[in-house]
């Protein structure tokens, strides 16, 4: 008996239980797919990790902001205004809930990469004397890693990058010898962009807190796959986009324990964060306010938490489910694929990304092949240049899943890259 009932309500999937045997995932995917209009081009969309795509209630919610509700919050007291505030401040609690934080540890930014880049800027002020160390991994995104480069720069800091094992994944004795007592921030990403490698976060922030390290966790592959609990993972600060979680574009979060937040000083000045100003100095509002000036993404801001309640009807479990479904089919069939070199630790964990390329045949090339059968993947370095070069690679092909994605969608890439081989082995 399946105990998942699936309601279309407005043709907006409504799931009324989340348990569900597998082989039930079929029909809530096929389900899910009608609030997808994208689809109804026809693009078999495998570009996931790069940006989702939105279902309607997103779409519908933007809609909704620029025809009925569309105000500046902050400034003014006539309804409009206080109504979007409303809207605004509402959906910061559902951001914030999501990932298990108060409201007022959640900061808005333009995107994941913004607010590394506030940390990296404002930072410094809460690292203790003697620490001159930042821990990285061989597997960061660019986001990642070129501010605390610029960091570096600026304090004479040395970075220090965790290696990646045989099997694709963090090697922890690595991280054991590299952490010490002149370790100031670890920044370490919770699923790799390219190997979907599920790093053990919750074990390397206790590992770091024994030295009294600032742990920064980059949650923007796994924000859309897991379920994310800032308190029991005990990061200080955690980040990710919300355009990858079904959002739209122009909304990062930035999670940070509220004591943490209010030692940083701000990152951007002017209005929307102020208390008061005189011609001489100004006095700062509190977090999340003091790290948000200027007239925000309110409209986005408000979608993205349709885009968390979608998640969230969806249920995290069963998008879990999907993604270890869809990612256990794509790994078995691939396999099946002669002279194929696949990046990825292959452990049946629910993970929603796979990196490979086709002995011989350009990453570029195979992507173009695809494409003329409207398959959309993703090939190059991924914003992962040095892991290109651990990897021995100039880059790879990588496809990323979605809870709209199908074992069908599966089989015709499957098909497209044996048609690639042909192709390019005639
Ligand atoms: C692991 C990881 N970190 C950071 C980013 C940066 O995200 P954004 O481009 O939204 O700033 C990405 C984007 O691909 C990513 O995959």
């Known amino acids: 008996m399946y105990q998942n009932r699936n309601i279309l309500k407005g043709n907006i999937l409504t799931i009324v239980k989340y348990k569900m045997p597998n082989q039930n995932i079929d029909s809530l995917i096929q389900d899910i797919r009608k609030d997808f209009p994208i689809l109804k081009t026809g693009v078999i969309y495998f570009d996931n990790a790069a940006t989702s795509q ?3 209630p997103v779409i519908e919610s933007l809609k909704e902001f620029m025809e009925n509700e569309n105000a500046n919050i902050n400034r003014s007291v006539h309804t409009l205004s206080e109504k979007a505030m409303l809207h605004f401040n509402e959906s910061r609690k559902i951001i914030a809930d999501f990932i298990n934080a108060e409201e007022n540890e959640i900061v808005f930014t333009k995107n994941a990469t913004e607010a590394f880049n ?26 990642n890693l070129v501010p605390w480069q ?9 970075l220090k990058f965790i290696k990646i094992t045989k099997d694709f994944e963090l090697d922890i004795e690595d991280y054991k010898t590299k952490l010490s007592d002149k370790t100031a921030i670890v920044s370490i990403t919770h699923i790799s962009n390219v190997l979907g490698t ?3 976060v919750k074990e390397i922030v206790e590992l770091a807190k024994k030295h009294n390290v600032i742990t920064i966790i980059d949650a923007s592959q796994s924000a859309p796959n897991l379920k994310i609990n800032v308190k029991n993972l005990d990061c200080d600060f955690l980040i990710f986009s919300c355009h990858k979680v079904l959002g739209p574009t122009g909304v990062g979060t930035l999670y940070g324990k509220y004591e943490l937040l209010k030692k940083l000083p701000p990152f951007n000045f002017g209005g929307g964060m102020i208390k008061s100003v005189t011609f001489e100095k100004a006095e700062y509002l509190d977090p999340p306010e003091k790290f948000e000036a200027g007239t925000q993404n309110i409209g986005e801001v408000i979608a993205s938490a349709e885009a ?16 270890s479904y869809l990612y256990n089919y794509a790994v078995e069939n691939l396999k099946k694929i002669e002279n194929i070199e696949i990046y990825n630790p292959g452990k049946g964990k629910s993970v929603d990304i796979i990196s490979f390329n086709l002995k011989g045949i350009h990453c570029h090339d195979v992507a173009s092949i695809l494409n003329e059968d409207k398959i959309a993947i993703r090939a190059g370095h991924h914003c992962a240049m040095p892991l290109m070069k651990v990897l021995k690679v100039n880059g790879v092909c990588r496809v990323s899943f979605s809870v709209f994605n199908t074992r069908e969608e599966i089989d015709h890439l499957i098909i497209s890259l044996k048609k690639c081989q042909e192709v390019f082995n005639k």
């Open 54 to 56: 939105r279902p309607k």
């Open 118 to 143: 506030l940390l990296a800027y404002t930072i410094k002020e809460i690292i203790p004397k003697g620490k001159d160390e930042i821990i990285l991994s061989e597997m960061e995104h660019h986001s």
């Open 150 to 158: 610029e960091f570096a720069k600026r304090y004479n800091f040395k």
């Open 198 to 200: 599920i790093n053990p």
């Open 308 to 323: 968390i309640k979608y998640l969230n009807k969806i249920g995290i479990k069963n998008v879990e489910e999907i993604s």
